[in-house]
Each structure stands twice: as C-alpha cells, then as structure tokens.
C-alpha cells in the first residue's frame, strides 16, 4: 500500500465555479505554505462522520469545538498515551482529519501521567457523571433563556425603571458571544469523560485481544452492551406512543397515511382521547424528540430538523409500531436478550482464561461497562440538546437580524464566519443605536450572493475518501473506533483510485450475522418512510434520530463509523447484521440491488 498514495491536499484542484472558497473560511483552519512540509506528509481522511457534507460557513463553530476541546483534554489535561489530538483542515468545503501521533519516546512517561489522572476518574465515575449532567443541564438552560428579537423602537420603562443599565443593542452583542461561548464550554465538557472513557473499552479491547487471539471486536463489544440508557428512550416513546393510540382507540386515525402530524393533531383534537394523546405527544417532545435528524453524526448542520420541529419523521415510525403491535408482535426492544447474550460470552471467554487472570479481567469489564453508559448518554446531551438549541437560537438571532435590514433574509447569516456575525451584529446595533442607517443588507449581499454560488458548485465536487500517503498499518486505536478507518478500507480505497470497481466492499463486522436482501439507499431520515420490511439499509452513517427503522430493516450498510459507533452499537442491541466503515457504499449500491451482508467478516457481496 505504501506504493500508492493519495493526492497530495496542495495538488486539489478547486471545482470549476467555486474560485474563492477560501474566504468562506477561517484562516486556520485552511492548508497553507506556513505548513506545507508537515501536512503533505500526514495521511488525512475525509471526515464524512461529522461532516458528510459541505460546510456553511457558520457552521465551522461546531467543527470549532471538537477541535480544540478534543486535543486539549488528549495532550494537555490526561496525557493520553499514544495520541494528541486530531488535527483538522477543510478543501473544497470538506472537513478533513488526521490524528497526531505522540511522540514513541514520550508514550511510557505519558502513560504514567495518564494512569495517576485517569484513575481519579474510574474511582469516583459516577458521581462525576452525576456532576457533569448538573454541568450541562446549566449550559443548556443558559442557551435555552438567550433571547433574540428585533431591537425596539424605544426601549420600555422598566429599563429606567428597574435601573437596568444596558441596551436591548448591547445585549444583542452580548448574547451573541455568550451562545457561542456557552457552546464553547460545553464541548470541553463533552471531552472531559469521553475520551477516558473510550480509553477504558480501549484497555479491556486490548486484553482480550492479548488473552484471545483470533477474538472478533463485534465479540468484545457484545461483552460490553445491552445496558438501558437514556439513547434509547425516544425509539421506546414512539413505542409507548403506538400502544397509547390503540388504547385509547384512535389508533385508526393514527394509521390514516394521508394525514400529515399536523393534519393528525387538528383531527384529533376535536376528540376527548385523541386530544389526550396529542397533549401526550407534545409533553414528550420535550426532550425525547429533540432529536436531530442530519445524516450523519448529529448536530453538525444548522439546517437539519429535529423530530421535534418536523413530526412527520417520528410519526412514521409511530405508524410502523402500532401497525406491528396490532398483529401481535412484541414491539419491545429485547434487552434483556441481549444481556443473556452478553453474560453468555462474558462466562465463556473468562472461562478460557487461567484463575490468576480472572481479577483482571472482571476489573478491566466492569469498568467498560461502567463507562459506556456515558459514552453512549452523552449523544443526547450534547449531539442533540445542546446542538438543537444552539442552532435554534441562531436561527432566531438571523430572523432578528433579516427583519433589521441587515440580512436579506435569514439563511443568509449562515453564509457568514463566526467573526463576521459579530460585524454584522454591531453593524445592525449601532445604526439602531444612534438613529442612523447601517450599512447592513447592502455592504453583506454581494458576499453571500458569491458564497451562494460558491457552495453549490462544491456541492457538485465528490472529494477523495483520504488525502496524502496512506501509513503501513492504521493502528490509531481511536481511527479504527470511531471512525472505521482501518488498513484494508484504505487499501479498498487505493484500489478503488486505480479503477478497480470491486463487486465487494469490505469494512468492518460490526453485529454477527450474515443475511442476503435488496437495497435501501438512503442519505437523510426524512426518507425512512419509503423502506419495506427485510431490506438492506445503506446509508452514510446513523445517528438516535435512525433508530425507529431498526425493527423493519434486515441489516444495515454505512460509509463511515467504527465497531463503537452508533450504527455498530445499534445493531448488536437489535441483533442484527452490521457492516461498518465500508468507505464508498452509498456511491457505489443502488436501491433494488441484491446483496449479501456478513457482518461477521465485514464483506458486503453485490449479487446482482
């Protein structure tokens, strides 16, 4: 593999049309002579996890956050072992990453370190956990009480009388930067047990891979799942949902598919159990489906919908339930299976091992599980509460901003870099403020009116899967985790570069099984409704806002995610087959193809 190589990020040429996307970008997040030398010599990979899509300029604050938040908690506060952070550059409008390796002879003294800091928080997880919820939920009710509104004509009086000090203009400028720092802080939050999280499921990953040679990884993820947490509570409310409509007997109403929610919610209403039930449905909304619905790792566009603010999309899955629950299936979720499942494979390895090994493996297991619930947890707080409404408040500030004159109209904000909101903000506040004119829509239109056009034309461009020369073997334990990356999927790459069309794509065995069926392809949630029961999701990833389709699909097919993301984890909790981290799959099977998914292997055979 080694022979071949990647194009180098400085030979990409820009997609026609798309002259100057650079300054749709901050500086530091772009490839530049400064570091040429060392970046030419790294591997990078698309981030298609995150961000499968192009990026509007306002929306590099979310890649922002994990940027920094990530690297500092690696490198600089639990001295991770064998990695810094994750370095990032956007091309062409994609986001592009590559891990940064520690340096060989820091690794022992590294490791040290990590063992003093990281024990702190194995020894004392859950009532850091319980600490770091308080923490969050603060956050999210600061974002949650910003407000953002047309400025006033005249301020009320009780701003004189109340003494209040300040401006509705000054708060504008304010709150602003208090959103994005709220954000900011949040994210430190997020990787302040994440990553020592992984690194325990990594420690007991490690063992049984010592201990058990030949050992599959979907074998000691199996070990590790089947726990209740609160990831799933929204599939089980739509489940709840579904057995309330029948109960109170409007499940008729409910199945009537040329109903949209709304039209549903207005018919129901003039009914005694159906109104019940819609007031049922919008209690639970807040929170459970605060769910966002982007394609990929959630929370990563502004533009993306939650269940909550398009009913339609959790409605589907509503229909789905209640039509099984009336041919008696049981809908439930088999946990409990699962755990037997998990406890049967627990035994049997243990068993394998000699009686002196047995506390080191009962210590490395419990504290895997331990820390997973957060791993899998910390999606709702942050991928979608903390996301949602922060996107939510920007929207309402670009509403605001529109309805000043300062934007055309309220996509338009997204079209700016964080640091230009702010120039627009002031702009907006101090015309408001001295009674004159802003310079506002007429200084921003011709800039969005090119980045409009700009974006499309990187729309069209289909970026290579990695950039630079490929390593010999990817061993990044957290590459190959979360993101799928491993050496034989950067091999099936190059092939692919060569023009080599293989009729099978190999990624990872994520959930055992091997089934055959036609493909689904599918790109947003928005789409589920068009699956039939047994077939083959292909998709670029998952996320909660997927979960509902679970019960309906044979197997399920992603371009990116690693044997610990949601896609994998889903599908062990499902029990059904999974194929991770293909690369490519989304391009190259069509809707109708026949195929063949082993989720033992990691092979997904196109029959036809």
């Known amino acids: 593999m080694t022979e071949s190589k990647f194009p180098s990020p400085f030979e990409i040429e820009t997609p026609p049309g798309a002259e100057g996307w650079e300054r749709m970008y ?88 990590f063992a003093a800091r990281a024990s702190h928080y194995y020894e004392n997880w859950d009532a850091i956990y319980d600490e770091w919820k308080v923490k969050v939920t603060a956050k999210l009710d600061e974002i949650r009480a910003i407000e953002f509104a047309p400025l006033p004509d005249l301020e009320p009086i009780e701003t004189v009388e109340n003494h209040v000090g300040h401006s509705a203009g000054f708060r504008m400028v304010r ?65 709840r949902l579904a057995k309330e ?26 009914d005694p159990n159906g109104k019940a039930w819609v007031e049922d449905w919008n209690a639970t909304a807040d929170p459970w489906f605060v769910i966002n619905t982007d394609p990929g790792h959630p929370g990563g566009y502004h533009h993306y919908d939650t269940w909550a603010d398009a009913p ?71 991928e979608h509460w903390m996301w949602a409404t ?86 990044e334990p957290f590459t190959v985790m979360l993101w799928g990356i491993t050496t034989s999927s950067v091999a099936e790459w190059l092939a692919a570069d060569d023009g080599d069309g293989p009729a099978t794509l190999r990624g990872l065995g994520a959930s055992p099984g091997v089934v055959e069926g036609r493909a689904r392809v599918l790109t947003h949630v928005n789409e589920l409704g068009s699956v039939q029961p047994g077939e083959v999701l292909v998709c670029p990833a998952t996320s909660p806002a997927w979960a509902p389709i679970f019960t309906r699909i044979a197997a399920t097919v992603s371009d990116v995610g690693g044997i610990m993301s949601h896609t994998a984890i889903v599908c062990r909790e499902y029990g059904m087959p999974a194929v991770v981290g ?24 196109l029959l036809d």
Not at 319 to 338: N, S
Not at 343 to 348: G, L, N, V
């Open 26 to 113: 901050n500086w530091y997040h772009l490839f530049g002579d400064e570091r040429r030398e060392l970046d030419e010599q790294r591997f990078w990979f698309a981030d298609r996890l995150h961000h499968p899509d192009v990026l509007p300029p306002y929306d590099e604050i979310q890649c922002e956050c994990w940027w920094q938040a990530l690297g500092a908690f690696n490198t600089r506060i639990f001295s991770m072992p064998p990695a810094f952070g994750v370095d990032q550059r956007i091309l062409n409008g994609r986001l592009y990453v590559t891990p940064v390796p520690a340096p060989p002879e820091d690794i022992a003294t590294r490791a040290t370190e």
């Open 175 to 239: 709150d602003f930067e208090r959103l994005v720092v709220t954000m900011y802080e949040t994210y430190q939050y997020h990787f302040e047990l994440l990553n020592i999280g992984y690194a325990a499921y990594l420690n007991f990953f490690q063992l049984c891979k010592t201990a058990f040679p030949g050992i599959t990884d979907q074998s000691i993820s199996r070990m590790v799942g089947g726990l209740r947490v609160d990831l799933y509570r929204p599939d089980d409310e739509l489940r």
């Open 245 to 270: 409509a029948e109960r109170l007997g409007i499940a008729d109403a409910v199945l009537d598919e040329s109903l949209t929610a709304a039209d549903l919610f207005e018919r129901l209403s003039g």
């Open 312 to 382: 339609d999309v959790p409605l589907v899955s509503v229909r789905e339930y209640l039509r099984r629950h009336r041919e008696g299936a049981d809908i439930e979720r088999d946990t409990a299976g699962v755990l037997r499942e998990r406890d049967r494979i627990t035994t049997e390895y243990r068993e394998l091992m000699s009686a002196e090994d047995h506390a080191s493996f009962d210590q490395a297991v419990e504290l895997a599980r331990l820390v997973f619930r957060y791993i899998e947890e910390h999606v709702l707080y942050i």
């Open 390 to 475: 922060f996107w939510s408040k920007s929207k309402e500030l670009s509403r605001a901003l529109a309805a000043m004159g300062e934007l055309d109209e309220p996509e338009d904000m997204f079209f700016l870099r964080r640091g230009e909101v702010s120039e627009a903000i002031y702009d907006c506040v101090v015309g408001w403020s001295v009674g004159s004119r802003s310079r506002g829509a007429d200084y921003w239109r011709p800039i969005i009116a090119e980045r409009r056009r700009i974006f499309e034309a990187l729309k069209a461009w289909e970026p290579p899967p990695a950039l630079g020369p490929p390593p010999a073997e990817v061993n």
């Open 582 to 605: 293909t690369g490519n799959a989304v391009a190259t099977i069509r809707t109708g193809q026949l195929l063949r998914v082993d989720g033992n292997s990691g092979v997904v055979t």
